[in-house]
């Protein structure tokens, strides 16, 4: 079975691009859904996150997004601290999913795939693209959120420009072309992928 990811930018469009390749069947795990439920189930990780930011990153038994968010937006070392320990966990359940499906080839999309150093176990990268000023606009409309507090988010991610370099495809979302016939196109190869592998 392929493996193959997802990635982009904040508001790049990579739950629409994954909810298309959904409708035709293709099973997605979803790394950064299945983080945060292990920072909230995996007691490993819990007595982890407690060692290293505290005991009020859990506030009866759930995790503290707000004080954690705190930390890790002001302070680099802490959101390295927090990668080293929320991503092999994720990586592993994403491995643990991929054995039960039954599907030529599977998705994991995540908002840092580079990042996470998951792209390793991976035999392609497709990167999701739209202009900055676009996904601004998206992500403040999505999540009522304001405009410096989504560049703050997006100053923790890897350059776009240079993210897309890294991927194997780019599917463009700018709002002018079409993602359905992108997606198309990407399946086709990706089942020829499968049987050639
Ligand atoms: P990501 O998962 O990369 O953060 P989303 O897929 O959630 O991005 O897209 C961000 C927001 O922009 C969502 O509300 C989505 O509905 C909207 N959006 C994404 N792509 C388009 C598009 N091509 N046309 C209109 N709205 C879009």
Known sequence: ???????????????????????IGIPVFDADQAAKNIMN????????????FGSEVFVDGKLNRQ???????????????????VHPATIKAGLQWAEKQ???????EAALLFEAGSAADLD???GVYAPQHI??????KRD???????LNRM???IDEEIKMKLCDFVIINDGQKELIPQVIDLHKIFLEKAKAK
């Open 67 to 85: 004080y954690l968010a705190n930390i890790v937006f002001t302070d680099t070392y802490a959101l390295e601290k927090l990668n080293a320990i």
């Open 135 to 140: 996904r601004i606009q998206r992500v403040m």
């Open 41 to 52: 189930e995996d007691a490993n990780v819990k007595n982890k996150l407690i060692k290293a």
């Open 102 to 108: 039954n599907s030529p080839y599977i998705l994991r």
């Open 144 to 150: 009522g959120t304001s405009r410096q507090e989504v």
């Open 124 to 126: 392609f990268i497709i």
């Open 1 to 23: 079975m392929l493996k193959i990811g997802i990635t982009g930018g904040i508001g790049s469009g990579k739950s629409i691009v994954s909810n298309i390749f959904k409708s």
């Open 155 to 157: 100053s923790k991610q």
